[in-house]
């Protein structure tokens, strides 16, 4: 029943929360469901004169709430120049600046408004309006209760700054041409996409017209433009009522354009162009210095957006999008030891949070497209928040403990953003646990794998800083069987086999069934390290363990697909994973020299030698390859240059010890064939800064080892793991 009450225009009156919010309301008698999604459904009442200002005979008297009408507030008075001045240099009061130039950018109270509330906030402890008893119904975005209201406090960036840094942003649109093409390739051919295709796809291909429509091809944008863009930013976004996945971009994108979208596309642009993609425009050995700067361009451009929009707008489920890809940006960029890195997965947990993503919506009103993508996305910041923590030895941002999201359900982004009837029928045809039964290897399918390892690794870090007692060790037994009961439920189709790149899958599968594989199998290697059983000649689970994970990071190497650049994805996983293995098979290769004891059945030296050698190859040729981002100046060069050299040492004096040990004593001053007595943790230590130079008489394992003294602890639970 709608609301019997019309305007003079003859439209059908609004609420007054949606009048004053100005958004579209669906004119629902008595009240709005609009109103009742949002949990105002108290306050939601049809004023019959809406712009009629109360009469009020007596000012002493308090208005009631059906006197006022819940007319609009009034915003902040300003103070006069007369009464007030501006301030000078030391804070004094100065004549000379006046204050309405100072308080005219005053915060909207809006900005500010709480976000989710969940489980005891103080929203529980307030009394209902209603007088009921009842807990009012959790949010996902709490609103304020004045949209115009402002704060008593200005932007930390002015007016000015805010349009100078808008400006230099939408700059980047002279190379759109570029950008559309980089993004257009990153949704071909990624398999590793969380968010579903076709809505990047829409919004690149709706800033088209606009690009045009302002020349900014060819000339900078204008102040209007300017000011535009940041007006649509301030104005709150709820996709909750987008039925239509392929309506989004209606509301963000092309005329109202906002700088959360820009952020998220810019980002997934400069990813793509890191990755190997080289567009016309940047392509060429005499452009590599202008590709450079383009990857440096977009990824200045993309964090300008993380500034400001926070600043001016609520968080909204394209900010996440935004700060997702912006994270995996600046890791590619800055590396994985790199300060900003750590502070922008902090920053994504942040409004994950703010967002109420971490928790499952009971509302039936959200679209099952929306559910499935904020699945995907929390799922993914999780994982990338547990390889982070794992890298750098930190405590962890997103808890299993304080969430509750279900895994995305296993379908193809086409059927996730098409009809709804046949997304319906693309449901039903799913498996009990959410998987799809035709084989297919699905951007979800690998989100799902990875956060059933991260959950594991989860538990895994619980316990990285623990004493092992018998009680720890019980449980990291009991992780390590959950390890494989785990990999034995994922569908055969997902479980890496050695001969799949002979068969007719294409390399981009290929290669993420090997990092699902090396993901999920490094939990055991991590399991294994804590345990540290030695010594390690005759650790066969840790020795068996190791030689599975770098052999497999090594069969990335044998790539020869020309459509698909694996160089940095091989470069990768030889830091996440690579570098830990073949330092536990090099420490083996040192105690069985010197003890002479065999290893396990099963684990050959001459094998070890062979992967270690090839190890180093790889290490030495990413300084000259254009996309493994260890060239010098990269973020990974550093780290490449020193585990090759550390490597090459332990390898010279395994096959011979006395020209090594002379070479090293030469080269650093130390001597190499005396056990060195410090006893390295290197838990807090990320890098190999603390290796140059050293002896590696074991380096496994904080405790001395039979016969070589004190060693050095090379596995560090993970330390380069990402």
């Known amino acids: 029943m709608n609301a019997n009450a019309s305007r003079r225009n003859g439209k059908p009156a609004s609420c007054e929360p949606c009048r004053l919010n100005k958004t579209k309301c669906d004119h629902t008698y008595p009240k709005c469901d609009r109103c009742r999604q949002r949990g105002i459904e108290d306050r939601c009442f049809y004023h019959p004169a809406p712009l009629t200002k109360p009469r009020n005979e007596h000012p002493d008297e308090p208005q009631t709430e059906a006197q006022s009408g819940e007319s609009r507030p009034l915003k902040r008075k300003r103070l006069s120049t007369q009464k007030l001045s501006g301030s000078g240099r030391d804070g004094a009061f100065s004549p000379t600046t006046p204050v309405e130039e100072k ?18 906030s103080y929203a529980l402890l307030l009394p209902q309006d209603d007088g009921t008893e009842a807990p009012p119904r959790r949010e996902s975005s709490a609103a304020s209760e004045s949209p115009e209201y402002e704060m008593t ?34 949704n071909a051919s990624n398999e590793a996409g969380v968010i579903p295709a076709q809505l990047q796809i829409d919004a690149i291909n709706a800033i088209g017209p606009w690009v045009e429509k302002h020349n900014l091809r060819r000339s900078p944008p204008k102040p209007q433009l300017v000011d535009q863009i940041l007006e649509n930013t301030s104005k709150p976004l709820c996709v909750t009522h987008i039925t239509n996945p392929r309506d989004l971009h209606k509301a963000c994108s092309g005329d109202n354009l906002r700088l959360e979208m820009v952020g998220f596309l810019l980002a997934t642009a400069g990813r793509s162009l890191a990755f190997g993609l080289s ?15 383009f990857v440096d361009e977009l990824l200045s451009a993309s964090t300008k957006c993380l500034t400001i929009a926070p600043l001016i707008a609520t968080v909204n489920d394209i900010t996440v999008w935004m700060y997702y890809e912006n994270y995996l940006f600046t890791n590619m960029v800055c590396g994985y030891t790199g300060p900003p890195s750590w502070r922008r997965i902090n920053h994504l947990a942040t409004q994950i949070y703010a967002l109420g993503m971490h928790k499952e919506s009971a509302s039936i009103d959200i679209p099952i497209w929306l559910t499935e993508t904020r699945r995907r996305i929390f799922c993914s910041s999780y994982n990338q928040d547990k390889s982070i923590s794992t890298f750098l030895g930190r405590p962890i941002r997103i808890s299993k403990r304080h969430t509750d999201i279900k895994l995305p359900l296993d379908l193809r982004d086409d059927e996730l953003t098409g009809d709804p009837t046949e997304l319906k029928a693309a449901i039903q045809r799913l498996d009990a646990n959410g998987w799809n039964t035709k084989g297919q ?5 690998w989100i799902r794998l990875r956060h059933m390892a991260s959950r594991l690794r989860e538990e895994i870090l619980d316990f990285s800083l623990s004493t092992i007692d018998a009680k720890v060790e019980r449980d ?7 390890i494989r009961t785990s990999w034995d439920s994922i569908p055969s189709h997902m479980r890496y086999w050695k001969t799949c790149w002979d068969e007719s ?41 190791s030689v599975d994970i770098l052999s497999n990071v090594l069969a990335l190497g044998a790539i020869h697909d020309r459509t698909y650049d694996a160089h940095r994805d091989l470069l990768n996983c030889i830091l996440l994973f690579g570098i830990p293995s073949a330092s536990v098979l090099a420490t083996a290769l040192r105690q069985q020299q010197q003890t002479s004891q065999p290893f396990p059945p099963g684990i050959s030296r001459a094998e070890i030698v062979r992967m270690l050698s090839v190890l180093i190859s790889h290490l030495d040729a990413s300084a000259h390859l254009e996309n493994s981002g260890a060239r010098a100046g990269e973020a990974n060069y550093n780290l490449c240059r020193k585990a090759s050299r550390i490597f090459t040492r332990v390898i010279d004096q395994v096959l011979d010890p006395k020209q090594s040990e ?26 190999l800064d603390g290796f140059e130079g050293m002896e590696f008489a074991g380096l496994v394992g904080g405790n001395a080892v039979e016969g070589n003294g004190t060693s050095a602890d090379w596995g560090v639970l993970g330390q380069w793991t990402l």
Not at 279 to 293: E, I, L, Q
Not at 476 to 482: E, K, M, P, T, V
Not at 662 to 687: H, K, W, Y
Request: negative net charge; charged residues 15%.
């Open 662 to 687: 002379v070479t090293a004593t030469n080269s650093d001053g130390l001597d190499l064939g005396i056990e060195g007595e410090m006893g390295l943790d290197l838990f807090g230590v990320p890098g």
């Open 441 to 445: 290897h699905l951007r979800a399918s």
């Open 103 to 120: 308080l005219a950018d005053a915060v909207a109270a809006d900005t500010y408004s709480p976000g989710y509330l969940g489980p005891g």
């Open 476 to 482: 990291l037994l009991d992780i390590s069987a959950r």
């Open 505 to 545: 899958y294409p390399s981009s599968v290929c290669l993420m069934l090997v990092v699902i594989h090396l993901t999920h199998w490094y939990n055991e290697f991590m399991v294994q390290k804590l345990l540290d059983y030695t010594p390690l000649t005759s650790n066969a689970a840790m020795l068996r363990v």
């Open 279 to 293: 567009p016309d425009t940047f392509s060429g050995p005499g452009n590599r210095g202008m590709r450079a700067r």
């Open 153 to 186: 406090h200005q932007y930390f960036l002015n007016k000015a700054m805010r349009r100078e840094l808008a400006t230099s942003i939408l700059s980047a649109f002279r190379h759109y041409a570029a950008i559309q093409e980089l993004i257009l390739w990153y």
